[in-house]
C-alpha cells in the first residue's frame, strides 16, 4: 500500500481499515459512510467538536457499538460482527476505569490473569510495566492513593499488559490538569513510539492532537472533514470548518475577480482561486500569524494599509486588530511579536502597512465563516 505524503512516496501497511461504516441511533445518524485506512505503528487522532462522532466511531473499532452498516478490518481480519472479547485491542478511558479495591499490581495483571498465564510470567510482565510508565516502586498501592497523572500511567500499563495490536485511547487526557496534562501528552507519544503499536486516541483538545498525532482524522457532523499530518490539517485545511477548528483563523468575505486574484471590499489580493469562476463569492483566510507588518510602505503585491483598532498581550506575542478600508467591516487579527512592537514602537491607533502572503491564503467557496 502507497501513500503520497509530505515525505514523498511511502510503502506501508494498512493495519485498520474502516470501510462505508454507518451508525444510527434512532433516527439520528451518528456516522455517515466513514472510510479510514490506519497504518501499522501509526499514531492517529480523531479530533472534532462534541458529537461530531469521533468518540462513536471509536467505540465501533472496539466493538462496544456495533456500526449499522460497514466493515472494520484488522490486520487483514475482518472483525465487523465480533464481540469486544474476540478483538485485538487495549482501552483507556478518560476516567481510567481503575478497578479501587485491587492493588496497582492485580489491575495491571488482571488482563493476564483471565488469560491464564503463570504467575512468574504475570510478575515479570507487571515489573516490566511499571518500569516502562516510571512506577516501579507503586505496585502495592491502590488506585486512591495515586494522583491522576499516575492512575492515568497505570491504566495505560494495564491497556498494553497482553501486547494488544491496537490501542485505543478515549480523551485519555482531559481529566488532568493543564501541566500534568501536556508532559503525559509527551510521554504517551514516546511509548507509543517505543512500542510500535498503532494507536488511535479520540480528543476534541487542538494542541493535544497537533503534538501528538502522525496524523489526524477531523470529523464534523458525523463524516470525515480533512485526514492529513498536523502540518497539512494546519497549514492546508480543506474546508472552511477545518480552518475554523483548528488554530486561530481570520475569515473575511471576497469575490473571484480573475485567474489566482480575489477581491475584498476596496482591495485585490493576488492568491491561489483553486479553478473558481469570476464572480464567485468565497472566504478568504489566513492566520494570523502569517500577516507581516512592513517595515517602509510601499506598493507590493498584497499590502494592505491598515489601523491598529485593539492590542491585546497574550504573553510571547501581542494580537493586533486591524481595521482597513480595503477590508470593509471586517477586521484582521494579527499576531505580532513582542520584539517588533518594542522596535518599532507599535501602539493602539497606529497606521501601519500589513502584507497577506499569497502563499499563506486560503478560500472557500462561500460566505464568511465570521467576519
Request: glycine letters at 12%; hydrophobic letters at 40%.
Given at each position: 500500500m502507497s501513500e503520497s505524503g509530505a515525505g514523498g512516496e511511502t510503502d506501508r501497511t494498512v493495519y485498520l481499515r474502516i470501510e462505508d461504516l454507518t451508525?444510527?441511533?434512532?433516527?439520528?445518524?451518528?456516522?455517515?459512510?466513514?472510510?479510514?485506512?490506519?497504518?501499522?505503528?501509526?499514531?492517529?487522532?480523531?479530533?472534532?467538536?462534541?458529537?461530531?462522532?469521533?468518540?462513536?466511531?471509536?467505540?465501533?473499532?472496539?466493538?462496544?457499538?456495533?456500526?449499522?452498516?460497514?466493515?472494520?478490518?484488522?490486520?487483514?481480519?475482518?472483525?465487523?460482527?465480533?464481540?469486544?472479547?474476540e478483538r485485538d485491542f487495549g482501552i483507556v478511558f478518560q476516567s481510567y476505569a481503575l478497578f479501587p479495591n485491587l492493588t496497582v499490581t492485580r489491575n495491571i495483571a488482571y488482563g493476564l490473569e483471565n488469560r491464564k498465564a503463570s504467575r512468574a510470567e504475570i510478575a515479570a510482565r507487571v515489573t516490566e510495566l511499571l518500569d516502562l510508565v516510571g512506577l516501579p516502586d507503586q505496585g502495592d498501592k491502590y488506585p486512591a492513593q495515586l494522583s491522576g497523572g499516575q492512575q492515568q500511567r497505570i491504566a495505560l500499563a494495564r491497556a498494553i499488559a497482553s501486547s494488544p495490536g491496537l490501542l485505543l485511547l478515549d480523551e485519555p487526557l482531559s481529566a488532568l490538569d493543564?501541566?500534568?496534562?501536556?508532559?503525559?501528552?509527551?510521554?504517551v507519544k514516546d511509548l507509543q513510539r517505543r512500542l510500535g503499536i498503532t494507536t488511535v486516541m479520540v480528543t476534541h483538545d487542538q494542541e493535544e492532537a497537533l503534538t501528538m498525532a502522525d496524523r489526524i482524522v477531523v470529523m464534523n457532523h458525523g463524516v470525515i472533514e480533512q485526514i492529513?499530518?498536523?502540518?497539512?490539517?494546519?497549514?492546508?485545511?480543506?474546508?472552511?470548518?477545518?480552518?475554523?477548528?483548528?488554530?486561530?483563523?481570520?475569515?473575511?468575505?471576497?469575490?473571484?475577480?480573475?485567474?489566482?486574484?480575489?477581491?475584498?471590499?476596496?482591495?485585490?489580493?493576488?492568491?491561489?482561486?483553486?479553478?473558481?469562476?469570476?464572480?464567485?463569492?468565497?472566504?478568504?483566510?489566513?492566520?494570523?500569524?502569517?500577516?507581516?507588518?512592513?517595515?517602509?510602505?510601499?506598493?507590493?503585491?498584497?499590502?494592505?494599509?491598515?489601523?491598529?483598532?485593539?492590542?491585546?498581550?497574550?504573553?510571547?506575542?501581542?494580537?493586533?486588530?486591524?481595521v482597513s478600508e480595503g477590508l470593509g467591516e471586517a477586521r484582521l487579527r494579527a499576531d505580532l511579536s513582542i520584539n517588533l512592537v518594542r522596535s518599532q514602537g507599535i501602539n493602539e491607533g497606529d497606521a501601519l502597512s500589513v502584507l497577506l502572503p499569497r502563499e499563506r491564503i486560503r478560500i472557500y467557496p462561500g460566505s464568511a465563516v465570521r467576519g
Open positions: 451508525k444510527k441511533f434512532g433516527g439520528f445518524t451518528a456516522l455517515k459512510d466513514v472510510t479510514l485506512e490506519i497504518y501499522e505503528g501509526e499514531f492517529v487522532c480523531f479530533l472534532g467538536p462534541s458529537g461530531c462522532g469521533k468518540t462513536t466511531l471509536l467505540r465501533a473499532i472496539a466493538g462496544l457499538d456495533i456500526q449499522t452498516r460497514g466493515r472494520v478490518e484488522q490486520a487483514g481480519k475482518d472483525i465487523s460482527a465480533l464481540p469486544p472479547s493543564a501541566k500534568v496534562r501536556v508532559h503525559l501528552r509527551h510521554e492529513g499530518t498536523p502540518l497539512e490539517i494546519y497549514r492546508l485545511p480543506a474546508t472552511s470548518f477545518v480552518a475554523d477548528f483548528i488554530g486561530t483563523m481570520n475569515f473575511v468575505p471576497g469575490t473571484v475577480s480573475g485567474p489566482d486574484r480575489v477581491r475584498l471590499a476596496g482591495v485585490d489580493l493576488a492568491c491561489e482561486s483553486d479553478g473558481l469562476a469570476e464572480g464567485t463569492a468565497v472566504t478568504v483566510a489566513v492566520r494570523p500569524e502569517d500577516i507581516v507588518v512592513q517595515s517602509v510602505q510601499g506598493g507590493e503585491e498584497n499590502a494592505v494599509e491598515a489601523r491598529i483598532g485593539e492590542m491585546e498581550f497574550l504573553g510571547s506575542f501581542y494580537r493586533a486588530d486591524l
